[in-house]
């Protein structure tokens, strides 16, 4: 009962701290979300601007350039006479549609050069004048232009410059589908030519700024739009067809004047777009209904959130490299996600808040991490030191009483064998107990020597007193002293030596760990068994296996037998005793020779114990 109620508390605990990850998570985003960071924000746009393959043209658009070679040829800007020319040159191609990004107020002629340009334009089925500020509704007569001008339709297709509450960067970046009500632009206007239909609320990625209807545009580079110079156009020098069909835009790109460019996604420089390159992305953005989408606020909110979450997993569950992985895996897959969507689909994720969620919680979390692990630190060195003390206590008490029992049992051993060896006639009774008494005498005496070899281990207090020793010579000897406990079984003890040189062993430490072999091998032998000692070298070791007839290992406990106080399931359960050290010291001494112990066994097959010691220790 008290186990189960234990569990509950520990998930109980967990459910918590997963609940207050989570709540960090959300109200991190939601504090995130609250500062748009358009500035940043712009720049990772441009960047996939810049790097995603461009889009291609309508084919619907024509640009025509008063370039440096025009000015050049004519030694000075065209006049109303060149302006005739051009209209009555590109007339013969019937264009959809004829767009002056130059005031004809601007260009120098007389009246009759107006009144001409104006009967010429007029001729065209849509001929416009682009003009970049705005009026308010009912004051349209400002934007007329005086006689003999006045019938040319002037409209209203304004360049944006994100700033204040945008980028502040300068960088046009949108067009104006309508403004102030409904008004609509010149680029609208141009693409209803195409679809009549349209709405401007219902285009891809529309968005209401300033009481204005506006798309962001979807650029091309620089030069991606079919180009002809002014000059060509009024010598003719131009195929026929060019300008059928399409929309024509004529405008400035001599490459003095940094008003008649912009800077764009692709280029900060000054003259890194010409204003009729811009037009022309600002109409084919419209005609083709591509504008760059933004999903929901709430989209950037839970992607924010998500970001926070893992990284505040990262960094309280895992390793500190794997923290410092996961970190970098997640920003560049956020980051592999939001170009591929715009890439391919168009749509902007917004990314500057889960990148800097992303950073700000793995540089705010660290610290609380290391105070933490700090800590755990100071308490796992409390605890330590305690245990240490513990062990230190453990072990002397052990030291102490394993000699203080020593005595007194060497002090039994000595009166039994004193009472044994009496010529005075025992009973058989009382003969079975004096035997009883020194067997256990000898069996507590070896518990407590095996006690002591173990805290000698653990304080790493043995040292090896090296000394070369025929290893037949030493084995005969443990044989010998086994004797009489393997003929009260009836067990015969056969060896099986080959002739070896002496080597280099501690022979206290080595003649247990032999004599905890051979007294195994015994005890767990039945009776009228058989126990074969042999020895050979093989390749520069002295090799030495015990190998006896007895109840055998489970091979699923062969792992384990070398392991600190383990007994087999078989032999807990009979009554012969054991501490479960003796394997242990025997394959910490046999390592310490730089050799190896291992044991091959299985149930009712016996067990054969093969030592290995080096030649050249």
């Not at 156009?233 to 001599?254: E, Y």
């Not at 490299?321 to 168009?346: D, E, N, W």
């Not at 009228?528 to 015990?546: A, C, L, Q, Y």
Request: proline share 5%.
């Amino acid at each position: 009962m008290e186990a189960s109620l234990n569990i509950r508390k520990v998930i109980k605990h967990k459910w918590f701290f997963h609940g207050l990850r989570i709540g960090f998570a959300i109200v991190a985003g939601a504090i995130l979300n609250q500062f748009p960071l358009y500035y940043f924000e712009s720049y990772l746009y441009d960047m996939r601007v810049r790097a995603r393959p461009a889009h291609e043209v309508s084919g619907q658009i024509q640009t025509v350039a008063i370039d440096r070679p025009t000015i050049k040829e004519l030694a000075r800007t065209p006049s109303l006479r060149d302006h005739v020319q051009f209209l009555d040159q590109i007339h013969k191609d019937r264009p959809k549609a004829v767009i002056y990004l130059v005031s004809p107020m601007r260009l120098e002629g007389v009246r009759e050069d107006r009144e001409e340009f104006a009967r010429v334009a007029m001729s065209f089925e849509h001929f416009y004048v682009q003009t970049q500020d705005p009026v308010a509704k009912g004051q349209e007569k400002e934007l007329l232009m005086p006689p003999p001008l006045e019938h040319l339709s002037v409209v209203v297709g304004p360049r944006t410059r994100d700033s204040g509450r945008l980028a502040n960067d300068g960088v046009t970046r949108r067009v104006v589908l309508t403004y102030w009500g409904g008004e609509k632009t010149l680029h609208f206007q141009l693409a209803q030519l195409v679809h009549p239909e349209a709405d401007s609320k219902k285009y891809r990625g529309v968005f209401d700024f300033n009481d204005s209807d506006q798309l962001l545009i979807d650029y091309r580079p620089a030069k991606s739009y079919p180009q002809t110079s002014f000059l060509d156009v009024i010598k003719g020098n131009f195929p026929q067809g060019t300008f059928t069909d399409r929309f024509v835009f004529l405008g400035i790109d001599s490459e003095t004047d940094a008003d008649d460019y912009i800077q764009t996604p692709y280029s900060r420089e000054v003259i890194g777009m010409s204003l009729l390159e811009m037009h022309a992305n600002m109409l084919d953005t419209i005609l083709l209904d591509s504008s760059p989408v933004s999903p929901p606020d709430w989209v950037n909110f839970v992607l924010t959130s998500l970001v926070v979450l893992v990284i505040t997993y990262a960094v309280l569950a895992l390793k500190p490299a794997i923290g410092l992985a996961t970190l970098t895996l997640v920003v560049v897959t956020f980051c592999l996600l939001s170009y591929a969507l715009f890439s391919l689909f168009g749509v902007i994720l917004v990314m500057i808040h889960p990148l800097l969620a992303s950073f700000l919680c793995y540089y705010l979390l660290i610290p609380y991490r290391l105070i933490m692990e700090n800590r755990r630190s100071w308490e796992y060195f409390q605890k330590n030191k305690l245990l240490t003390q513990v062990e230190e206590l453990k072990t002397n008490f052990i030291s102490m009483m394993s000699h203080d029992l020593k005595t007194p049992l060497a002090r039994i051993q000595g009166m039994t064998e004193i009472i044994l060896g009496d010529p005075k006639t025992l009973s058989d009774r009382q003969r079975d107990a004096i035997m009883t008494i020194r067997q256990s005498g000898q069996e507590l005496t070896r518990f407590i020597s095996s006690i002591l070899d173990l805290g000698r281990v653990e304080s790493k207090e043995i040292k090896l007193h090296l000394t070369s020793k025929d290893i037949n010579a030493l084995l005969s000897e443990i044989i010998k002293k086994f004797e009489y406990l393997a003929s009260t079984k009836e067990i015969s003890i056969a060896t099986n030596f080959e002739p070896l040189f002496s080597i280099r062993i501690d022979v206290e430490l080595m003649g247990q760990v032999f004599s905890n072999l051979i007294e195994n091998a015994i005890k767990y032998s039945p009776e009228k068994s058989h126990i074969t000692v042999s020895t050979n070298e093989r390749d520069g070791f002295v090799v030495v296996e015990v190998q006896d007839d007895g109840l055998g290992i489970p091979r699923d406990e062969l792992n384990n037998i070398f392991l600190k106080f383990y007994r087999s399931k078989d032999v807990k359960t009979s009554k012969i005793k054991g501490s479960g050290l003796g394997l242990y010291l025997a394959k910490y001494f046999v390592e310490l020779h730089q050799g190896t112990i291992s044991v091959e066994s299985g149930v009712k097959m016996g067990s054969s114990f093969i030592v290995e010691l080096p030649t050249g220790l």
